[in-house]
């Protein structure tokens, strides 16, 4: 069976095979239809097509989830890292789509968990955490994503959960031993859960250790970009007025101390499971 590709202007004959605007295969791989992704396939279709954008079939089954069609591509030698114009990786997409499935698939390819920053794109870990999908924050940290990769727009993965209020995804960053005062300009993420007025993520923060009084590049801390007696006002008030306990102040300084590995050593504590547990934000 002989299937045509179709193009709607000039093919180019590259690295990669050729470009299009879109093909049959990139269609194909978007809307999940694996059975004739396979046809495509077996009759020569190549799997490595790209776009003007730069963008492959593997990077359109990963933005729509689709798990199975990225199995064929990758099986079929699909370049796992290939970039678009903008520098999203497929594992970029994945993440961003919410689909740990296809991020597993990609990783067992040989995936970067930690493609380089560039000026138009994030991380993966970015990613997850900007579309607030928890369970890729997880993979990924637990595939290595630096915590502390900066991007230009968005900062830290923490201040990227925080921007755009995903409570879980910046509680697992946190748990992993993300640096909770890490600025960007100055901005902590205390300063952006202040901006979106979230009184769970600012009590998350300070449970970690987020600093009330850090200030930014205009001086202002974090109770400053909230509305007086607002909630979050409030809540920031008491925490500026009331000092924390001992035993709060005790395992903020273990945790900084031992950062990433904070739950490495102290699962191997010779402690009690609870005690243990509250060490570890359990």
């Keep these: 069976m002989e299937v045509a590709v179709a193009v709607r202007r000039p093919s180019f004959f590259g690295e ?9 295969v990139h269609e194909a791989a978007a809307l999940g239809h694996a059975l004739l992704l396979q046809q495509l396939i077996e009759s020569g279709a ?16 990963c ?9 064929l591509l990758l099986d079929a030698g699909a370049q796992v890292d290939i970039r678009t114009v903008h520098g999203n990786t497929p ?18 390819h040989g995936a970067t968990a930690n493609p380089t920053l560039t000026a138009l794109t994030a991380t993966p870990l970015h990613e997850a955490c900007i ?23 968005f900062g830290t993965p923490l201040h990227a959960a925080c921007i755009k209020e995903h409570v879980d995804c910046a509680k697992a960053l946190l748990i992993a031993g993300a640096s909770v005062n890490a600025a960007k300009f100055h901005e902590t993420a205390l300063h952006y859960a202040a901006k979106v007025r979230n009184v769970d993520l600012i009590e998350l923060l300070v449970e970690f250790g ?27 008030q008491f925490y500026e007025s009331t000092p924390l306990s001992l035993q709060h102040l005790s395992r903020v300084a273990l945790r900084t101390a031992l950062g990433t590995r904070a739950q490495e050593v102290m699962s191997k504590l010779n402690l009690p499971n609870r005690i243990i547990r509250y060490l570890c934000y359990c």
């Excluded at 990669?16 to 093909?23: K, N, S």
């Excluded at 594992?91 to 067992?108: D, Q, V």
């Excluded at 579309?131 to 727009?153: H, P, S, T």
Aim: proline share 7%; glycine share 8%; aromatic share 6%.
């Design 16 to 24: 990669l095979g050729f470009w299009a605007v879109r093909t049959v």
């Design 46 to 61: 190549p799997v490595n097509i790209v776009n003007l954008d730069n963008i492959t079939p593997l990077h359109d089954a």
């Design 63 to 71: 933005i729509q989830g689709q798990a199975q069609c990225v199995r």
């Design 91 to 108: 594992l970029c997409n994945a993440c961003a789509a919410g689909s740990p499935e296809c991020a597993k698939l990609l990783l067992e």
């Design 131 to 153: 579309r607030g999908n928890v369970d890729c924050v997880k993979l990924m940290i637990a595939e290595g994503a630096q915590l502390e990769a900066f991007d230009i727009y």
């Design 210 to 236: 987020g600093n009330v009084y850090a200030r930014d590049n205009l001086g202002r801390k974090p109770i400053n970009y909230t509305r007086p007696g607002s909630p979050p006002a409030l809540c920031l």
